[in-house]
């Protein structure tokens, strides 16, 4: 890790170390992958307000998120199949971010369980939530998440079918998954990451059937009754939507597209984010979801309205290039960046970050 110098290091050394089909199910955005591309190519246009000749020698990175204070205006967002880039994937991934002061969100589709997570680690982490057709088994993982001390639900709203991931399908990592010989010879090249990952479990119990076309507004009302704590929607793109979800009752909404791995042809995330701050900023927290590789990002998303930001790709990189060690890596990348780009933009706190930041023209 002493030679990674950008979160693109560490997508090159992943690329190297983590079987293809693994890393590609992390990185492929659905059909066209023009919405994935949006989201970055949005991003980059933004360009930064340079300032001079002001003091900054002392600089603040803290903010909060829904009262919980955090390091860094940062979250790591959930990321299905952790256990895939590196073994014990999610307890990794936790621990770094805990060690950061920044929330960790285990993914209902992860390796590690619930159980697994909490006793591997010291502080309460956020759960994410899939609504599948069963609400049994549906109360059921929130009555675990409220067991294990959760300390925020993020229900995901924006999976209630599957896009479709052509690479997915062409290396096999379908549902259930089918394993071919490409798969096996090129695993059987990376032996350290066989290590790590023998203990995975079979894809085969999450059926693409599963996700439930029929989930709707009531459901997550049914949802906030069940759930004690404070309640994230993610996936919110349009501003009908975010008025809805700013009533509903949840503490915050995270605007993504779910990384481009969903509707394809939607907008950037951010594009969407300043339409929908400007309609419920006042009264829910808003979050950025899509596209954050480095500090500048984290300022760009900021500047237009976020509270903070979720990283997904950016440090899942970290994990499949070096384990816990990778991911604090990524966390570490990010906090360096972002607080030169504030010293430079002549900002001495996140939470002073605003429009004023974004060159003109």
Not at 41 to 57: F, G, H, M, T, Y
Not at 120 to 128: E, G, R
Not at 132 to 138: C, V
Not at 247 to 271: C, E, F, M, T, Y
């Amino acid at each position: 890790m002493r030679t990674v110098t950008c979160i693109e290091d560490l997508r090159q050394t992943a690329r190297r170390k983590v079987p293809r089909a693994f890393f590609d199910y992390a990185e492929a955005g659905s059909y066209s992958e023009a919405t994935l591309r949006a989201n970055r190519e949005d991003l980059e246009r933004i360009k930064l307000r340079q300032r001079v000749l002001v003091d900054v020698s002392q600089r603040d990175l803290a903010t909060t998120i829904m009262g919980e204070k955090v390091s860094l205006p940062l979250a790591l967002a959930p990321i299905g199949l952790c256990g895939m880039q590196h073994g014990d994937g999610e307890i990794l991934a936790c621990r770094a971010a805990q060690a950061a002061g920044i929330p960790f969100t285990l993914s209902t589709m992860s390796v590690c369980s619930i159980e697994d997570v909490a006793q591997a680690v010291d502080k309460p982490f956020w759960f994410q939530l899939y609504v599948m057709k069963d609400r049994g088994f549906i109360r059921a993982l929130i009555e675990r998440a409220a067991a294990a001390k959760c300390s925020a639900l993020v229900l995901t709203v924006d999976l209630q079918v599957l896009g479709q991931r052509h690479c997915d399908i062409r290396n096999g990592m379908t549902v259930p998954p089918e394993i071919k010989l490409a798969n096996l010879i090129d695993i059987a090249t990376k032996p350290a990451w066989a290590l790590s990952a023998l203990h995975v479990n079979s894809l085969a119990q999450w059926t693409a059937s599963q996700f439930d076309p029929a989930l709707n507004w009531k459901d997550v009302e049914w949802i906030r009754s069940l759930w004690p704590g404070k309640l994230i929607l993610k996936g919110i793109l349009d501003v009908e939507d975010a008025r809805i979800a700013a009533k509903i009752g949840a503490g915050a909404l995270v605007v993504s597209n779910h990384g481009g791995r969903q509707l394809d042809g939607a907008p950037s995330s951010i594009s969407a984010l300043p339409k929908v701050v400007e309609a419920v900023g006042d009264v829910i927290e808003v979050m950025f979801d899509g596209g954050i590789r480095s500090g500048q990002d984290v300022v760009r998303a900021l500047a237009c309205g976020a509270r903070a930001c979720m990283i997904g790709r950016s440090y899942i990189y970290g994990l499949g290039a070096g384990g816990e060690a990778g991911v604090t890596a990524a966390i570490d990348i990010l906090a360096r960046e972002l607080d030169v780009t504030m010293a430079l933009c002549g900002v001495k706190s996140v939470r002073d970050i605003d429009g004023s930041v974004i060159a003109q023209g």
